[in-house]
């Protein structure tokens, strides 16, 4: 029997109904990923002008994208899938796990702001659990690997030497198994995966996957937390 917390086996229509039922009668059927401290990256990526862009996979790209929508520096996150092929990149098709798409979500973010490396930092610390290999909490499957999806050779050599630094601290019980590689598109998820830990802060899941993410990002990068979430919703107005 799969975990009643992941909401990828349901129909998107029977999603919030399901899960509130299954909380009810069964109650929770595991933590969610506790938050790890860790040291920032020794090596960072070199300031630059203008917006950077960051593309990271975590499990559900609700939850990761609801802590970088809480990241100061962040100016849109948007949920979205990597490493297949854009006619591919449909929700029901990714939720098979034969696509080679991972739940991804791509950042945009201004490095006068926020480092490539403080948003790996907040990635491996409160996004989610990178010693997870092809799952993320009740959520399991190559779609939901732990991948980070550099966009030039640089964002590259910082995620490697970062993963073998933190390995080599031995931070995690576990080895990291996060997997880096070169970032061949990005496709935007459905227009209902947006924003949609803040729409939907009462689901069961998010509030027991995800919330605590958010809270973790406040304790431990208070200085990096907004309270007001950067939504894409509010982007795409403005644009």
Not at 116 to 140: C, E, M, W
Request: charged share 20%; with cysteine.
């Amino acid at each position: 029997m799969r975990s009643p917390f992941n909401r990828h086996v349901l129909s998107t229509a029977a999603v919030a109904g399901a899960l509130a039922l299954s909380w009810v009668l069964v109650g929770p059927s595991r933590a969610a990923e506790d938050a790890v401290v860790i040291p920032p990256p020794a090596m960072d990526a070199k300031p630059a002008d203008g917006l950077q862009t960051a593309v990271v996979a975590g499990g559900c790209f609700w939850g990761v994208q609801g802590v970088f929508q809480h990241t100061a520096g962040v100016v849109n996150a948007i949920s979205g899938y990597a490493g297949g092929a854009k006619k591919s990149a449909d929700y029901e098709m990714v939720s098979t796990g034969t696509t080679g798409h991972a739940e991804s979500v791509e950042i945009k973010f201004n490095p006068k702001q926020i480092s490539y490396g403080k948003i790996l930092q907040i990635y491996f610390s409160v996004a989610h659990d990178p010693t997870q290999l092809n799952r993320q909490g009740p959520d399991t499957g190559t779609q939901y690997r732990s991948e980070i999806f550099a966009t030039n050779d640089e964002q590259k050599k910082v995620a490697e030497a970062y993963i073998a630094q933190l390995n080599a601290a031995k931070v995690y019980k576990k080895p990291i198994v996060t997997k880096v590689g070169t970032l061949q598109g990005f496709f935007p998820a459905e227009s209902y995966h947006q924003d949609y830990l803040t729409l939907h802060p009462n689901q069961p899941y998010i509030a027991y996957n995800d919330i605590p993410k958010i809270q973790n990002l406040k304790k431990i990068f208070a200085q990096n937390y907004i309270e007001k979430p950067t939504l894409v919703r509010d982007a795409k107005a403005t644009n």
